[in-house]
């Protein structure tokens, strides 16, 4: 009876509709195939229970207790995103929601600690320590990133990842993209969180990016597709206006990667630090500008007055997923990043993922170191039999593609399947979008749960910040004044308006 059960509920659980349905399904097959009593028990190899069961009984005794100081001593000494090997993929793959309890308590009693730190009042513990400890022990904490891909029209499916990540309230504040993902990302990074929900209708979203040129055309501008249809398409999509004012207005931290069409350049990830009166527009386009498909592109920028003018006139840029798909080490850099989040669409990429299994190395493992190290030698020989700067050219640009990083600590990705390759460069209806959207949804439900626990505290840090700089301000502006915002909210079609 019990097989007969468990058959039909994953059948239901395949066909669920909405997240919590999927959970309540996924929490029954939990009980009936064990994974509960596996949550329950808190011994495993997998990571050391010991010390975090420790930990987390010494951290609820010093809260408890109200022994502040001692309390911030520790957790500014101990507190460590895979502390214990807390983060181990393995950990997620016993049971279909969550993982141990054990591992689920430490993480909730940890951020249960940081509340307690940051909203209450000690006569022993001012303020202003309370934001050196929060600064200081948040940025060796670290915090988590979300990248998007390329994948032409199969990008469409990163709109189901950030709808399922905002409804569940994990979604990043950091995002990147490249080619197709530059498109999903600019289109989040330029919205508050009241405004998001917009870009998940499918109706309301006109995404006609592809039209194809004549061949006089063709050979003139040396692309298949016309430029003009796909800079319409960021128009009616992405509110005009550059890095610096998106981040102003969005609070999110926007990043585009654009690699160079020549040689002696470097490709660049594109946001409010590196390239702060970029226009997002602009670095859309070139980050989707796939050679051969569309042509170079020039970046804009802002000048002083807010006109825009050329930025680096004599560079063009093309496609950010050629040279770096996923700018981990430069996020790392500049926005204290060491957990990231990637949603995968690259259909030479997809076919060679899969998820953790017990058992060794995977095929996509195999696959992926095999295809870097043909790469390598195709170089070679490439160099030494045939020469010349174009070749040379042809075969660097094999090397970016394949050499690359494709996943993340957590990786979402989509079912591949020969038949999406042949509408990669087709416009999608409404109804392709959601099916593109529902793909996403029902890639990100399994893996919720863990983005939400390898998120948890570091959100807590950016909350806690955010509410102590509140605090901040407000005892230090005159009871008679006000605090005004740093912007006020423009027009949803062009934020710029505003300034």
Avoid at 17 to 35: C, K, P, Q, T, V
Avoid at 421 to 447: C, H, Q, V, Y
Avoid at 448 to 477: H, N, P, Y
């Amino acid at each position: 009876m019990s097989k007969k059960l468990i058959a039909a509920r994953l059948r239901d659980l395949e066909n669920a509709d909405s997240y919590r349905s999927w959970r309540e399904i996924a929490g029954e097959l939990d009980r009936l195939e064990g994974g509960d009593a596996w949550k329950q028990d808190e011994m495993s190899d997998d990571y050391d229970y010991l010390l975090i069961k420790e930990r987390l009984e010494h951290m609820r005794r010093l809260r408890k207790r109200g022994e502040v100081r001692q309390l911030v001593h520790d957790l500014a000494e101990g507190l460590h995103g895979n502390l214990g090997n807390i983060a181990n993929p393995m950990l997620y793959v016993y049971a279909r929601v969550g993982t141990k309890r054990l591992i689920e308590e430490y993480v909730e009693e940890a951020a249960r600690c940081l509340d307690y730190i940051c909203v209450g009042d000690f006569g022993d513990f001012s303020a202003e320590e309370k934001v050196l400890f929060f600064k200081r022990t948040g940025t060796s904490f670290g915090r988590s990133a979300l990248l998007l891909s390329g994948g032409a029209t199969l990008g469409m499916f990163h709109l189901g990842v950030i709808k399922a990540l905002s409804e569940a309230n994990a979604l990043p504040r950091v995002l990147s993209g490249s080619s197709a993902g530059s498109i999903i990302a600019a289109m989040v990074g330029t919205r508050t969180d009241a405004e998001l929900p917009a870009i998940f209708d499918p109706d309301g979203l006109d995404l006609q990016a592809f039209q194809a040129v004549s061949l006089r055309q063709m050979f003139k501008g040396k692309a298949l597709m016309d430029p003009t249809q796909l800079e319409d398409c960021l128009d009616r999509n992405i509110p005009a206006g550059s890095f610096v004012e998106a981040f102003e207005r969005s609070r999110r931290i926007l990043g585009i990667t654009v690699s160079p069409s020549e040689m002696h350049q470097q490709p660049r990830l594109l946001n409010y630090l590196t390239a702060p009166n970029v226009v997002i527009r602009r670095a859309v386009l070139a980050s989707c500008a796939v050679p051969g498909v569309f042509p170079p592109v020039m970046l804009e920028a802002l000048d002083y007055n807010g006109q825009t003018v050329p930025h680096m006139r004599s560079k063009r840029w093309v496609d950010g997923s050629i040279a770096n798909d996923l700018p981990m080490l430069r996020l790392a850099r500049l926005h204290n990043v060491n957990h990231y989040i990637v949603s995968q669409t690259n259909p030479h990429v997809v076919p060679f993922m899969s998820e953790p299994r017990r058992a060794g190395h995977n095929v996509g493992s195999f696959a992926r170191q095999f295809a870097s190290v043909a790469s390598r030698d195709l170089a070679k020989v490439t160099q030494r039999y045939f020469g010349g700067a174009g070749a040379g050219r042809i075969v660097d640009l094999l090397n970016d593609v394949l050499q690359q990083r494709y996943s993340g600590d957590v990786s979402i990705f989509p079912k591949h399947t020969p038949a999406q390759l042949i509408r990669m460069f087709a416009n999608p209806s409404a109804s392709d979008i959601r099916r593109f959207i529902r793909e996403g949804e029902r890639a990100t439900w399994p893996k919720l749960e863990r983005v939400r626990m390898q998120t948890r505290i570091s959100r807590v840090f950016e909350d806690c910040v955010a509410w102590l700089k509140e605090q901040g301000l407000r005892r230090t502006v005159s009871p008679r004044r006000r605090v005004q915002p740093i912007r006020q909210a423009p027009p949803a079609q062009d934020f710029r308006a505003a300034s």
